[in-house]
């Protein structure tokens, strides 16, 4: 069941149309995210559907229900706020129990879900520690335990893990997606970082200028993008301009003419005009035992953890990069390598 409809809404500010014709439906206890560059529209959003904007064409709902020209306050949706906007002159306790005291519940009940919401996020015993005494990742989930308290029907969340180094994000994403779990409240995630979205979601829909480009599980979105921008978006890419193509064959600007076997691509190089090739970097084999396509000569090799980077200039003077996640085998720089494609990860536009 979708609990959060966007229906054909579009935005503008003076003359500049920010969103245009956007839908997108969540489903009730999904991790959702809204992955897109700064200045695509993401974070508008964001404030459409948590109140703080109202659109100028379409529908948002809620439950089946228009929520497009409510308040903030009437929309049973919370947010967590990139900079996390934490009352520094008040405790944890008093942070957490904020919302609570608004609507005027007993110090009873406020003192017990308090307790109880602190123990889920994992800061129990925290309860008279001051916010600048606390951790990047502490501050995170003051936040998170805040907002949650609400029982939101979705938490809205702006890029919260943005300013947080690289392991205490990893670290806050996995705690993120086990409360998402642990609370089955409908997650909706703006972030411009892809591997935030990747690791998190259960799909994602990619913005750009403003428009729904494509709505997708990680899984789909990196292995069958629907456009150039999502196959140059969402990882990394090796990108060919085509110049000419036949029923067989394409021909990229610099020359380099690739056969292309497969029923599938036969099918699109019949059927349709073909302007971009891209092939992702583990895509590519150096020294294959067969089907050699191209040569290139090794540029630099960078060791990158778990695999390593090697960047290659073709035979036709294009570079590229290509992963290897074993052993480089003696591979160093300046050494002339073959170069072999699974043909079908290739993806032509």
């Known amino acids: 069941m979708n609990i ?84 520094p002159m008040m405790n944890v306790f008093e942070n957490v129990a904020f919302g609570l005291k608004r609507k005027k519940l007993s110090k009873e009940t406020i003192k017990k879900e308090v307790a109880k919401m602190l123990k889920k996020v994992g800061l129990n015993g925290f309860e008279k520690r001051k916010i600048d005494e606390l951790s990047g990742g502490q501050k995170q989930r003051v936040a998170l335990a805040r907002s949650l308290i609400m029982k939101p029907k979705i938490l809205l969340l702006d890029e919260p893990l943005s300013a947080l180094d690289k392991k205490l994000k990893e670290q806050m994403m996995l705690e993120l997606k086990l409360l998402q779990k642990d609370f089955k409240t409908t997650f909706l995630y ?47 890419n ?55 396509v191209l040569k290139g000569k090794v540029k630099t090799i960078l060791f990158d953890g778990p695999h390593t980077k090697i960047f290659i200039e073709t035979e036709y003077k294009d570079e590229i990069l290509v992963n290897l996640k074993r052993k480089i085998n003696g591979l160093k720089e300046g050494d002339t390598v073959s170069l072999g494609i699974k043909e079908d990860e290739i993806r032509l536009f």
Do not use: C
């Not at 009437?74 to 706020?81: D, G």
């Not at 799909?203 to 480009?213: C, D, L, M, P, S």
């Not at 709505?215 to 150039?228: D, K, M, Q, T, V």
């Not at 891209?278 to 035992?289: A, C, H, L, M, Q």
């Open 238 to 292: 090796n990108r060919f301009e085509v110049k000419d193509r036949n029923q067989e064959s394409v021909i990229t600007e610099n020359g380099w003419k690739i056969l292309l076997t497969s029923p599938e691509k036969k099918e699109i190089l019949k059927n349709r005009k073909v302007s971009q090739m891209f092939i992702r970097p583990e895509s590519f084999v150096i020294n294959p035992k067969e089907k050699e």
């Open 190 to 236: 703006i972030t411009h970082d892809q591997s935030e979205a990747m690791i998190m979601s259960n799909r994602i829909a990619v913005v750009n200028e403003g428009k729904v480009e494509q709505i997708a599980s990680p899984f789909e979105l990196y292995n069958y993008p629907a456009s150039p921008f999502v196959a140059s978006f969402v990882g990394e």
């Open 4 to 87: 959060l409809e966007i229906s054909s809404v579009s935005k503008h500010f003076d003359e500049v149309r920010v969103l245009e014709q956007v839908n997108i439906s969540v489903e009730e206890g999904e991790f959702f995210s809204i992955l897109g560059p700064s200045g695509s529209g993401k974070t508008t959003i964001l404030r459409l559907i948590a109140g703080f904007l109202y659109p100028d064409e379409g529908d948002i709902k809620i439950n089946q229900k228009s929520i497009k020209n409510f308040p903030p306050e009437k929309r049973e949706v919370n947010i967590v706020f990139q900079n996390l906007a934490l009352f």
